[in-house]
């Protein structure tokens, strides 16, 4: 019977960011957000805060940490992007996603660019499933096709490589 190996949890590394990093990373994903896909229409497939939601989420290691996250740039993206819905619809989801990753960041190695890969593909279509479960709950309900989104998720997971790389410059050992 193989050994199991088990790792502390104080063996695991958390993350903090200061604070110029904790409020204009978030700003500036808001911003390409909301900016960007009005001249490209073709760029309104990524989900910048989505991505920077899972990124701090699991680098920080808290599940408090990862739902305030989640709250806040999804309250902002509801607020900034999403005009034509209730406030509160992404600032749900994004919370739950944040919540959920910064509880399996503590389990997983997180630095590793294919689980990095595989963890954004998950994250990203368990948000677009809990945002469309959200929608038909409000009585707004969306074309929703899997095939379009399992697309997305793809294309959001592998740009999450690189832009999690870009950002590992600014963590700080906690």
Request: hydrophobic share 50%; proline share 5%; with cysteine.
């Amino acid at each position: 019977m193989a050994a199991q190996r088990t790792i502390s949890r104080e063996g695991i590394e958390v993350f903090r960011f200061g604070p110029v990093a904790t409020v204009l990373i978030p700003l500036l994903a808001l911003f390409l957000q909301a900016s960007l896909p009005l001249r490209f229409s073709t760029l309104n497939i990524f989900d910048l805060p989505l991505l920077v939601v899972i990124f701090f989420s699991v680098a920080r290691r808290s599940p408090m940490a990862g739902t305030l996250t989640g709250c806040i740039i999804g309250l902002a993206k509801d607020s900034l992007t999403y005009a034509h819905q209730p406030i509160g619809l992404f600032g749900i989801s994004d919370s739950i996603v944040g919540y959920i990753a910064s509880s399996i960041g503590v389990k997983i190695d997180v630095e590793n660019p294919g689980s990095r890969l595989l963890m954004t593909f998950c994250f990203y279509l368990l948000s677009r499933g809990i945002y469309q479960v959200l929608r038909n709950m409000a009585k707004q309900p969306i074309d929703f096709n899997w095939g379009h989104e399992l697309g997305a998720a793809l294309v959001n997971a592998v740009l999450a490589v690189g832009l999690f790389m870009v950002l590992d410059r600014y963590k700080q050992r906690g």
